[in-house]
């Protein structure tokens, strides 16, 4: 068999600008993994950058298989599908993680969540209290990872997010919750500034 060029898996690869979708990037979801996960789709608006970045992901997950083919001394390996797809508006979704945690060896290990950077490439410091909502518009940063457990695959490593337009979390919109015309209205409690003290009030 050729020798395949192995894939540098510490290079870091970056997207053309996209929208967020159901973005977990400053704090990790567990609902599947109970270490969590930091991570994001990315839906690319241009359509011509879209087909770049997706023809040059082609042909990473395609070297990818024939490393891992040729690590493994087999012609053929089961294959995982690629971390892309069609979402649920028929448009094209890439999908990034990051573990936040796991085991090995029996130790125990974390990562530190994606690092943010603003429109102008200023690093976000870990004090933000941002809260990154669908319809943000982002870069990702990344590192591709080929893998082999049952099947060769590969993963989008998500390392770093630039933040273009923020959109702020909104949970209503997250579970699907719409207005009604009518019903209960929620106030939010106001603040009562204490009453300062008099002289009446100071015991003697």
């Not at 241009?46 to 997950?61: C, H, N, P, R, S």
């Not at 530190?112 to 490439?121: E, I, N, R, V």
């Not at 207005?179 to 106030?187: I, L, N, R």
Request: some cysteine; aromatic content about 10%; charged content about 25%.
């Amino acid at each position: 068999m050729t020798n395949i060029a192995r894939i540098d898996e510490k290079q870091i690869h970056k997207t053309p600008r996209g929208i967020a979708i159901y973005p977990h990037l400053t704090t990790p979801d567990t609902k599947f993994n109970s270490a969590g996960e930091y991570k994001t789709g990315l839906r690319i608006t241009d359509k011509v950058e879209e087909q770049a970045f997706l023809t040059k992901m082609l042909a990473f997950y395609d070297g990818a298989y024939l490393q891992k083919c040729q690590e493994q001394a087999l012609k053929e390996l089961p294959r995982e599908m690629p971390p892309w797809g069609t979402g649920k508006d028929g448009s094209l979704e890439f999908k990034f993680k990051l573990k936040a945690g796991g085991v090995s060896d029996g130790e125990s290990w974390k990562n530190d969540p994606p690092k943010l950077f603003d429109s102008q490439g200023k690093l976000i410091g870990p004090d933000h209290k941002l809260r990154i909502g669908n319809g943000s518009e982002i870069r990702i940063y990344f590192q591709l990872r080929p893998f082999y457990v049952q099947k060769a695959g590969i993963t989008l490593r998500l390392k770093a997010v630039q933040l273009i337009e923020l959109m702020d979390y909104n949970d209503a919109a997250y579970f699907g919750v719409e207005a009604e015309e009518d019903g209960f209205v929620y106030s939010a409690p106001t603040k009562t500034e204490p009453q300062a003290a008099t002289d009446d009030a100071i015991p003697v």
